[in-house]
């Protein structure tokens, strides 16, 4: 079992930890001497934590500056105790200790009391997902073990742990770890008034977190292989099961693309064949259908399907030097996918050192916590992280390296998240004909994409499109020019002149869909739909390629070509070519 | 799901991760038991395929069995296997065993110094070069079994390098993927955060990471692995019938066997268990480490 110890710095986490390792034997023999006398020789007075102290740096300083993993054993069970630092400087060695222990033993010197980063850390503790928390109230030896004084240090804590929402912890111990006291045994002539359990007792009846099996499936998708080269070709969709359990024959959906398909086998190297697999195992699949999806997509059932959208409410904490700040794309990953995110919302920046207090910013400084919305360029599959863990936490990237993380709490509605509903509905519930996308893609050479010219009227978006239609084909590719004025004079004839644009904009979304589910590449050109309604179109075919095309003097928002009005048409042409290789519509690597 | 295929499961992660965020990957290969545990981890992640490089690092000193051993699972497996030696050093007799063979009167002090210098050279300097193509690399032909000077000469942006936590200090304060500069200094005190199973995979021109997918395992983990697995390892490991035998594999020169009548991996398992070696640390058979040897040699980029 991993059991992180946290506090702030000096309570005497380090101490406990040595004294753990010294009470339970697992120190190499003679180790503890040698300090002792190592201390004595050099007349500084003998520490525990000198025992952990292994590198030059942290002797140096005379700090835990990293997380430090330790080994002991009860009477029960294996431990690791990954020792935190305490000091707010070193808040990400604390976090990257934390994120992975099962259990957390918070310290809290009795003397001094509770303290900022004693808040902090439990703030963090229940963000990071840690249910079980032991505190202990150290150095009770410096308050004559009062049990008084203990006592109002636990409604404290409690106090604070209850405002801000973190589960309440299994236990409050009064310690003292430089005397050994209910650390592996309780003196009753030091704490007669403590009647419950020693640290070393509360951890070994600590339950191992159940194995995430009865929750609905998800499964983050990791890659997609195919060893062709080595002689291999299986394709096959990996990844790690982070909830449920999945048969042979399920039939499972992927988001956000939505393709719906079945499991035909789970795959394995040197291990029995299966035909189920559940939570916890890093496996692999073969599909009954060659669909093509691509990492960051979840797989999941299609009953309990995850969340799709862009607006996700969370919380976080902030670590980077550089602080958080509107306006500015961010990359965010979040299970295994990545894409650019930026801040919709500061809804607050939370006080962590002060009990409940907040903020006035506009941005998230470093060691802040905030609640805020964010916004990620393309809708997203996610989960609440009450729902499930792995899908409902993220970290956000600022250039290199890793300087913020959170949980999603809530998600927030966008205005295409109507249209991306009702893809959903469809898809899942798509009646497929006998002839799959991929045969279509085999047959053709290609999978189907909308190349989408849009611009100001007159620019010669027509012109382009009917050019690139025909080079399309006449290389033997199968595309379909599509103009809006045809959706104008048939699908939409029923529709008044005033009809809402959205309205419009569904329906030549619909009918995109229906030709890009005929396996071609669309290029479409119209002047009633443009630039601004690209996400609407792109929430209707979530699984297509869509490459945008701008004709004219740009209008400053992003699209993936902009070709000015002069351009000679075989360049365009060219480019355009380009794009599709790209992303690998026309070159396909698998 | 037992502790063994939480590991196991945890590391297939962590392999899949690097390949995909790391097109100029590798994995060293030491021969010994925990980077051979790691190889069979890697053909667990990729379906039975190991799809990049090995590099091995060659002081020249390595028991023979170990290059044997290394070449025939190499051709077995139809791995990519790169070479790389510190040819000057070797030519130049910059080597402590040729020191102490010049100078066999040699103090205890001088000797510690010597090994730390020459795994410093055939080692760390070695690995470096190699890793970042400055050095010649010698890549296994897989239909002939020769090796032959590698054309690729591109750095390495990705490393893989079986270092557990348990092993010894300084190891226990790695990440699962942590940056290594310019330089190939590993900055202990200032490591970027790692939450969850989010690992550091954007880096810097210049820079690379190391990846330590069995960060997590013990000593006794890896050799109940063997076990299950039934993964072949060099023979070195077990008892030849004379009550010694190797714990941990080095040079031949800078490296004691131990006492311990272990003849086979089930006797390894219950004299690990016994806590026999408690009190013996893994690596008291490697002269080289002395009291900051091998964080010395570890900022300096050897493994
Ligand atoms: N009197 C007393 N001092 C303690 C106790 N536990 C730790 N200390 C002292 O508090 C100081 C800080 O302890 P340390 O373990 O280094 O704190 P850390 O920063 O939380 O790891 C050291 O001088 C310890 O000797 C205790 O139970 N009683």
Redesign the pocket.
């Known amino acids: 079992m991993n059991v992180v110890?946290v506090?702030?710095?000096?309570?005497?986490?380090?101490?406990?930890?040595?004294?753990l390792l010294a009470d339970t034997d697992a120190l190499p023999q003679g180790k503890l001497d040698a300090v002792r006398k190592e201390c004595e020789r050099t007349g500084k007075?003998f520490?525990?934590?000198f025992l952990l102290d292994a590198l030059e740096d942290e002797q140096d300083q005379g700090?835990?500056i990293d997380t430090a993993r330790c080994f002991f054993k009860s009477s029960k069970r294996d431990y690791i105790i990954i020792?935190a630092?305490?000091?707010i400087e070193f808040l990400k060695n604390m976090i990257s200790g934390a994120a992975r222990a099962e259990a957390a033993v918070l310290?809290i010197?009795a003397k001094e009391g509770v303290r900022e980063n004693s808040r902090r850390h439990g703030y963090i503790l229940s963000m990071l997902g840690i249910r079980q928390v032991v505190v202990c109230v150290?150095?009770?030896?410096?308050v004559g073990y009062d049990q008084k004084h203990f006592e109002t240090i636990e409604k404290e804590y409690r106090g604070f742990l209850e405002s801000i929402g973190a589960v309440s912890p299994r236990q409050f111990i009064p310690?003292?770890?430089?005397?050994g006291?209910n650390l592996a045994r309780h003196d009753a002539k030091k704490t007669p008034w403590y009647k419950g359990p020693t640290l070393l007792d509360v951890l070994d009846t600590l339950p191992k977190a159940p194995p995430k099996i009865d929750q609905p499936l998800r499964m983050p998708v990791q890659a997609v292989y195919k060893f062709t080269k080595q002689g291999d070709d299986r394709r096959i969709v990996a990844g790690r099961i982070e909830a449920g359990r999945v048969k042979v024959g399920d039939k499972i959906v992927f988001s956000p693309s939505n393709k719906v398909t079945t499991i035909r086998s789970i795959e394995g190297f040197n291990t029995a064949p299966r035909t189920e697999i559940e939570a916890g195992w890093s496996t692999g699949f073969t599909l009954s259908e060659e669909i093509y999806i691509t990492r960051g997509e979840v797989m999941s059932h299609v009953a309990k399907s995850p969340l799709v959208g862009t607006r996700l409410r969370v919380n976080m904490i902030w670590l980077s030097k550089k602080p958080f700040v509107s306006g500015r794309d961010y990359k965010l990953k979040l299970g295994t996918s990545a894409m650019p995110v930026r801040i919709h919302k500061i809804q607050k920046v939370i006080d962590a050192s002060e009990a409940g207090s907040t903020l006035e910013k506009d941005h998230v400084g470093r060691h802040d916590v905030a609640d805020l919305v964010l916004e990620t360029r393309q809708p997203i599959a996610f989960d609440l992280t009450a729902d499930c863990e792995a899908t409902g936490r993220f970290v956000i990237v600022d250039e290199y390296d890793v300087a913020g993380g959170g949980i999603i709490t809530g998600v927030v509605t966008d205005d295409l998240g109507d249209l991306r509903a009702e893809a959903r509905t469809r898809d899942f519930n798509w009646v497929p004909g006998g002839v799959t996308a991929e045969n279509r893609a085999t047959r053709y050479g290609h999978r189907s994409a909308l190349v989408m010219f849009v611009g100001k009227a007159g620019v010669g978006k027509h012109q382009l499109a009917r050019a690139v239609e025909k080079a399309l084909f006449d290389a033997g590719r199968a595309a379909y020019m599509l103009d809006g004025k045809n959706v104008l004079l048939g699908v939409d004839h029923d529709l008044w002149v005033d009809a809402a644009q959205s309205e419009l904009v569904r329906r030549f979304g619909e009918v995109v869909h229906l030709l890009l589910n005929a396996g071609l590449i669309v290029v479409s050109t119209t002047n009633a739909i443009g630039l601004a309604d690209a996400s609407a179109v792109q929430s209707l075919i979530p699984d297509a390629p869509l490459i945008l095309v701008e004709v004219g003097e740009g209008s400053g928002q992003a699209c993936d070509l902009l070709v000015g009005e002069h351009e000679p048409e075989a360049e365009v042409v060219a480019k355009i070519a380009a794009l599709l290789d790209k992303r690998q519509i026309t070159d396909r690597l698998n | 799901m037992d502790h063994l295929d939480q590991l196991e499961q945890q590391s297939v992660y962590i392999f899949r991760e690097a390949f995909r965020h790391f097109e100029r990957l590798c994995m060293l290969w030491s021969i010994g038991k925990d980077s051979t545990v790691m190889l069979w981890l890697a053909r667990k992640a990729f379906f039975g395929h190991v799809p990049f490089p090995l590099v091995h690092v060659d002081t020249s000193y390595k028991l023979p069995e170990m290059i044997a051993y290394r070449d025939k699972l190499a051709f077995e497996y139809k791995l990519q296997m790169v070479v790389g030696q510190n040819k000057q050093a070797l030519d130049e007799g910059d080597t402590f065993p040729i020191k102490l063979s010049k100078n066999p009167g040699m103090s205890k002090e001088e000797q510690a110094i010597n090994r730390t210098k020459c795994c410093g050279r055939l080692k760390a300097d070695a690995l470096g070069a190699t890793l970042h193509g400055t050095g010649v690399r010698m890549r296994m032909n897989l239909v002939t079994g020769k090796y032959e000077i590698d054309p690729d000469k591109e750095p390495y942006t990705g490393v893989i390098v079986g270092a557990r936590a348990d092993e010894e200090g300084s190891r226990s304060k790695e990440r699962y993927f942590s940056p290594r500069d310019k330089h190939d200094n590993w900055d202990v005190g200032d490591q970027p955060p790692e939450f969850w199973n989010q690992f550091k995979t954007d880096f810097a021109p210049g820079t690379h990471v190391r990846i330590h997918p069995l960060l997590d395992w013990t000593e006794l983990n890896i050799w109940e692995y063997i076990k299950r697995e039934s993964i072949p390892t060099v023979s070195l490991y077990y008892d030849q019938g004379e009550g010694t035998r190797y714990r941990s594999l080095g040079c031949g020169p800078c490296q004691a066997p131990i006492k311990s009548t272990s003849k086979n991996v089930d006797d390894i398992i219950a004299e690990l268990k016994s806590g026999a070696l408690r009190n013996v640390a893994e690596r008291s058979g490697r002269l080289q480490d002395g009291k900051h040897g091998l964080e010395e040699l570890r900022r300096k980029g050897y493994m």
């Open positions: 110890i506090g702030h710095v000096d309570h005497g986490k380090s101490t406990v930890v040595g004294r007075p520490e525990y934590a700090i835990t020792d630092p305490g000091h310290v010197d150290n150095k009770m030896d410096l310690i003292s770890a430089i005397e006291e």
